[in-house]
């Protein structure tokens, strides 16, 4: 990969084990959490009996970094090479979420391959020591105690340290900026394992490591003072020789219960049969090479399709995006063995199962699994047939979530009607049907939810036309009133609904409502005219812009709703508005969304169109100062990071680390033709 990430994933399975490099360096700073909190891995190298750090800042000051040659990342794997002495080490992370196959995507195993090659044609003794600090099982380090126990697996083959908290506050807390604080960590080797501690004067802000210039709380020197408290931090580790075989060493996480859903304690589908952990790791380590293969051809051939579709740079922004997209949920089954694929919201709220967090991701899973699209919805219709939704509100239109991660008790992000996105989640959730019910070729799902899906489209059709001053997807921004793009949903959600009569037979239905749309399109084009072939932002705001990623789908779909110059006009006036890293949002602000961003582009009929709006965010991630997971939403000039001060949290956020850049994926999906319907 030609792009530099802003932050390199590690250890990437679910919103809490997640393990990412900020720095280009893998020795230039601590690993963290995506909220970039301490989640500290050490990789000490010992070559002839000299040590060299090969990952992480912390640790003894005298052991010096192995010169770094290389760092490379894939959609699976990210490798670092380095060299020193003769010998060429590489360090293999791979976290084999492939989301077709359900059990490999919630087995909670990943891997770290280390292999040696000597460049000198000399003798040389190569061995490896990794640990795993007492960060990676609790909210804060030293918030509690810690047990550790040393395994033998697989008859005595492999060796595993297992560590967690003492208290085991299961699924008692619900949070954004929060980690977990139950369930055990296991690192695995063959080889030997163990556990040690290290002391340290105290810090002001415990294990925060940001230098993303936007924490004013954040302190980085560390109190000298004899009588400092002192804090004590635990670690396992596993070692082993590294010969002409590579060394494998696996990360697990066993949370026990995953999710609590609607007051019930869920499990993950991987042990949704009783599974034990300890199986699954030796599983992970005799499968190691088959399951390395299966990613390998994965990311290949979507690698390739994506130049085919976009160019190599979409390509790199896909590989940059997959990881985190698919990990920032989880998966588990609920009671009735129906999949929940439930998506939290990184960094903004922590909201769970958000209708306009799932909507944008959807692209790349409609490729790979749309039985993980269907994962996402079951959360938002349980709650929206719940006696609060419709007996104690009386809303008739779609809940924008079903609680805060990880417990999903009902909508978190706020009950009374301001805080509702009544046209948004209703457009969203009838386009999220008619695309699960086209790539499926089966309308089952959505008939099973006929009722409400009606109900919703009878909200578009009285509300969408010219929508109140509500809020949207993008809420940041602030209320809107006669949002042209929040009626572009609701354009392509009564669509939607047509589209699914359709596919039942019904052909009538399907008429009506598709010409609803074509009508509601070309009034839409008369009111949103600002005359020069572009189109407002608001209906009563002449000469504004704003991206009109919603009617995307109608391309996609090939329903010919928007007369097909609004559509070429529009996109031309986008070059206007184009800064250095990207076109913004709209005209209120110059930063910008990613996910947006490649609807928008996709709209575009000319391949060189498409890269020309993709290659300034190409450049925004390969240059930014703000080293976080992959954002989503930055500055157009600068290609920082947009983070704000939460007065409610008292704590600076930004997304970051969001399954919406599953909709990146958009134009892939495009490239392979599984939306059309049949005309």
Not at 443 to 461: I, P
Request: glycine share 6%.
């Amino acid at each position: 990969m030609r792009l530099r990430a802003p932050a390199y994933p590690l250890i990437t399975i679910d919103p809490y084990f997640s393990v990412w490099s900020k720095s280009d360096k893998l020795t230039d700073t601590d690993t963290v959490h995506w909220t970039d909190y301490n989640n500290k891995l050490i990789g000490i190298v010992t070559i002839d009996g000299k040590d060299y750090r090969v990952m992480g800042k912390h640790g003894d000051a005298t052991i010096p970094a192995m010169t770094q040659t290389s760092v490379d990342m894939t959609a699976f794997s990210t490798t670092y090479t380095f060299e020193e002495n003769g010998v060429r080490v590489k360090l293999k992370f791979t976290s084999p979420i492939i989301p077709s196959d359900l059990y490999l995507l919630t087995r909670p195993v990943s891997y770290l391959e280390v292999s040696r090659e000597i460049v000198d044609h000399k003798l040389h003794t190569v061995s490896v020591k990794i640990s795993a600090s007492e960060e990676l099982c609790m909210d804060r380090r030293g918030d509690d105690d810690v047990t550790c126990e040393t395994l033998e697996l697989a008859g005595g083959k492999l060796k595993s340290v297992k560590m967690g908290t003492k208290s085991q506050k299961m699924l008692e807390r619900d949070g954004d900026d929060l980690r977990i604080e139950w369930g055990y960590l296991y690192l695995t080797v063959n080889g030997e394992v163990g556990t040690y501690t290290e002391q340290y004067a105290k810090e002001s802000d415990t294990n925060k490591n940001d230098n993303s210039g936007y924490y004013s709380n954040q302190s980085t020197s560390t109190a000298a003072a004899e009588d400092a408290e002192m804090l004590t931090e635990h670690f396992i580790y596993a070692k082993s020789d590294v010969k002409s075989a590579p060394v494998l060493f696996t990360f697990a996480y066993d949370d026990i219960k995953s999710i609590e859903y609607f007051h019930e304690h869920l499990t993950s589908y991987w042990n949704k049969d009783g599974a034990l952990i300890t199986d699954e790791i030796v599983k992970a380590h005799s499968d190691y090479k088959t399951t390395l293969r299966r990613c390998a051809e994965l990311e290949n051939s979507m690698f390739i399709d994506a130049v085919r579709a976009g160019g190599e740079k979409y390509a790199e922004l896909l590989e940059l995006s997959f990881r985190q997209t698919i990990a920032a949920h989880k998966l588990v089954m609920d009671n009735e063995g129906q999949v929940l694929f439930v998506s939290k919201e990184c960094y903004s709220n922590g909201c769970a199962a958000t209708v306009d967090v799932s909507y944008p991701s959807i692209p790349l899973f409609l490729i790979y699994n749309p039985e993980l699209v269907k994962g996402m919805m079951r959360p938002i219709y349980k709650y929206a047939a719940s006696e609060q939704w419709t007996k104690e509100l009386k809303y008739d239109f779609a809940p924008h979530d079903a609680g805060r991660y990880p417990r999903l008790n009902g909508q978190f992000y706020g009950l009374t009607y301001d805080k509702q996105m009544p046209v948004e989640e209703c457009g969203n959730m009838l386009v999220m049907e008619a695309a699960v019910a086209i790539a499926t070729k089966d309308t089952s799902f959505a008939n099973s939810h006929m009722d409400v899906l009606e109900q919703w489209v009878k909200y578009l059709l009285d509300n969408g036309r010219d929508p109140e001053n509500q809020l949207c997807t993008d809420d940041f921004a602030g209320h809107l009133a006669h949002n042209c793009n929040l009626s572009l949903k609701a354009i392509m959600g009564i669509a939607g609904l047509g589209i699914i009569y359709g596919m039942n037979g019904n052909k009538r239905d399907e008429k009506k409502y598709l010409k609803i749309a074509r009508d509601m399109a070309v009034d839409w084009a008369k009111r949103a005219s600002n005359g020069d072939g572009s189109y407002r932002l608001a209906f009563d705001k002449p000469g504004t812009f704003s991206m009109k990623y919603n009617i995307v789908w109608d391309k996609l779909f090939g329903t010919q709703i928007m007369p097909k110059h609004v559509i070429e006009t529009e996109v031309a006036s986008y070059y206007k508005h184009l800064h250095a890293y990207g076109l913004p949002l709209d005209n209120r602000q110059p930063y910008t969304k990613s996910d947006w961003t490649v609807w928008t582009a996709t709209l575009a009929e000319d391949r060189r169109d498409f890269q020309n709006l993709i290659a300034p965010m190409w450049d925004a991630f390969n240059s930014t100062p703000s080293r976080v997971p992959m954002t989503d939403w930055y500055w157009t000039i600068t290609s920082e990071h947009r983070a704000y001060f939460s007065r409610s949290a008292q704590m600076w956020k930004g997304f970051r680390n969001r399954t919406v850049q599953g909709g990146l994926f958009i134009k892939l999906l495009e490239y392979k033709g599984i939306m059309k319907i049949k005309q």
